[in-house]
């Protein structure tokens, strides 16, 4: 079965949008498994099992959730299965001669539901595979065959009757069977958790480059955007190493997206984004990252704005006092500077573009408080825009980083309905 349908079939990617799918598989030959299983979903929760060594339903719903009156889904489910059992045989069976396959394993599989988009029913839709190959797709406007098994294409006759069987028995199941379990799992489906967001660096000794990896974890529905950006302009997909939606194991998902920075990249100063945007969130997240300034540069810095802070103090104070009343959210940069002679790492994380001035920014390793002994911490700096900053650093031994602990930022601010959190960890680095 395509691949794409397979990690598609979940419809929590746009909110009001939920499905109910059985995935379903037959199997010729000898094997451990049984010859018919089947597995309810709803979006991406498994709802029940059914296998036919054990020839009944296994609920596979979290104990805490409201399962307690499943006979009327139940019902339904049986004779899906019973007739989704008999089709498959059949229709297996009937490849397997024209394929004229005698001997070894051969498996056909199914992914047959529907969907409710806003409340509104879709028809039925269903996928058949024979040997990882699709076989056949139907949905209330047509019904397709693969043109590698002819003889098995329906006459109109046997099509109508298909279509009567799915309008007036099939569908009407699957809806039921989807409202039933969408009403007793709606704080699991419907549950959004946002994404904290983790940069993490890993820097190639022989090369002089980076490889500078965005990663989400920990939200829930699955669907998420994450984007990273050069200056300001979307990386191109060819350019970055794209992972998969993966589940973590707790019921939410993560996401990585990583660049590869050559040394001579890194000495143009490029300044990268990364932009996720999910259901949970009232706005998109960006957390940024650039390589350190040279030592030299950062003096004519420092000196430049100092000036510019003397030069314009009163027109400073004025626009202050216009801004008074207003809030702007602080921009998290992480920035990360090797020693190369020690092996270690200057983690430091910048607030900026923030106001009013007042801030709290804390490091954390592994959950717990950095303490300021530990830390280089700067003072709350104007931006010459009327807005401020604030920088923490802390130096990782290398040492520290083989230990591998994970360090986080939390941002509070009163232009933020909740705190911020920004990550950062690093991966095994016997290999760099």
Not at 6 to 17: D, R
Not at 131 to 153: C, V
């Amino acid at each position: 079965m395509a691949k794409e349908k397979l990690l598609g079939f979940c419809k929590t990617s746009v909110e009001g949008s939920h499905s109910l799918w059985v995935l379903a598989t037959f199997i010729h030959g000898q094997t451990e498994f049984p010859e018919f299983s089947a597995v309810l979903m709803l979006d991406d929760v498994q709802l029940l099992y059914y296998g036919s060594n054990i020839k009944k339903f296994v609920s596979r719903i979290q104990q805490n959730s409201n399962d307690g009156n499943d006979e009327a889904a139940y019902e339904g489910s049986y004779i899906v299965a019973g007739d989704m059992y008999d089709s498959l045989k059949w229709r297996s069976l009937h490849l397997k001669v024209l394929s004229n396959h005698s001997v070894g394993v051969h498996v056909y599989q199914r992914m047959a539901g529907c969907e409710l988009n806003d409340g509104k029913p879709s028809p039925i839709m269903e996928w058949d595979a024979y040997d990882g190959t699709e076989a056949i797709h139907y949905n209330m406007r047509n019904h397709t065959f693969n043109a590698l098994w002819p003889a098995s294409i329906w006459k109109e006759l046997k099509l109508e009757t298909a279509r009567l069987i799915y309008t007036n028995i099939y569908q009407p199941i699957c809806i039921k069977t989807l409202k039933h379990y969408l009403n007793e799992e709606k704080n699991i489906v419907m549950r959004k958790e946002r994404p904290r967001v983790r940069l993490i660096q890993k820097t190639d000794r022989d090369t002089g480059g980076v490889t500078v990896s965005c990663l989400a974890t920990g939200f829930y529905p699955r669907h998420i955007n994450l984007t990273m950006l050069r200056d300001g302009r979307p990386i191109t997909e060819q350019d970055l190493t794209l992972g998969e939606v993966l589940p973590n194991g707790d019921g939410t998902y993560q996401l990585r997206r990583s660049l590869s920075v050559s040394e001579e990249e890194l000495r143009e100063k490029h300044h990268y984004t990364c932009t996720v945007t999910h259901l949970s969130l009232d706005n998109k997240l960006d957390v940024s990252w650039e390589p350190e300034d040279d030592p030299d540069n950062v003096f004519i810095t420092v000196v430049i704005v100092l000036v510019l802070i003397v030069f314009f103090t009163t027109f400073i104070a004025a626009f202050i006092i216009c801004k008074r009343r207003h809030k702007e959210c602080p921009r998290v940069r992480l920035i990360q500077k090797t020693d190369r002679d020690t092996g270690g790492v200057t983690v430091s994380y910048l607030a900026t573009g923030f106001y009013p001035q007042h801030i709290n920014l804390t490091m954390l390793r592994d959950g717990q408080p950095i303490t300021e002994q530990e830390l280089t911490v700067g003072e709350v700096l104007p931006n010459g825009d009327g807005m401020y900053q604030l920088r923490r650093s802390l130096s990782v031994s290398e040492e520290e980083l083989r230990e591998k602990h994970h360090y986080t930022c939390t941002v509070t601010h009163l232009s933020l309905d909740n705190k911020l959190d920004v990550s950062w960890g690093t991966e095994d680095r016997t290999n760099t």
